[in-house]
């Protein structure tokens, strides 16, 4: 079970990082064409989302890894679940189909319960 927990928290922290860094580096315009929700939301919150995901992704690995307040991670998995909530609420909204940030939200509470019981 623990190497199931460590491939999902690698893979989740992985894809975080990436859509959160995206997100914090680039104009909330550049990122429209691509990110039509980006829309919905000013520069700011744009912004805060990314560093909401970037500290989630921090979040899955280093407690655990570095054995320092491993409990953080699960609170951290919980955090994205609720990101997750609000990405699904917004494309739910727009009438997108909000399969990725479903799946994300999933995977979160996996790790999120797994952890709690391991």
Same mark, same amino acid.
């Given at each position: 079970? =623990? +190497? @199931? %927990? ?6 989740? !922290?992985?894809?975080?990082?990436? /859509?959160?860094?995206?997100?914090? $580096? ?5 990122? /429209? ?6 829309? =919905?939301?000013?520069? #700011? ?6 560093? /909401?995901? %970037? *500290? #989630?992704?921090?979040?899955? $690995?280093?407690? $655990?890894?570095? =054995? +320092? @307040? ?5 609170? !951290? ?9 609000? *990405? ?11 399969? !990725?940030? *479903?799946?994300? !939200?999933? %995977? /979160?509470?996996? $790790?999120? %319960? #797994?952890?709690?019981?391991?």
């Amino acid at each position: 079970m =623990n +190497i @199931v %927990l460590w491939i999902l928290q690698g893979l989740l !922290a992985a894809a975080y990082l990436l /859509a959160g860094g995206i997100k914090l $580096v680039t104009p909330r315009d550049k990122l /429209a064409p691509k990110m039509a929700w980006v829309e =919905n939301f000013t520069a #700011g919150q744009v912004k805060l989302i990314g560093l /909401a995901e %970037l *500290a #989630g992704a921090f979040g899955l $690995v280093l407690p $655990v890894a570095l =054995n +320092i @307040v491993p409990i953080l991670t699960p609170i !951290a998995a919980l955090g994205l679940v609720a990101v997750m909530a609000g *990405a699904v609420s917004t494309h739910l909204r727009r009438k997108e189909p909000p399969v !990725a940030p *479903a799946v994300l !939200a999933v %995977l /979160a509470v996996v $790790v999120a %319960l #797994g952890r709690f019981l391991v």
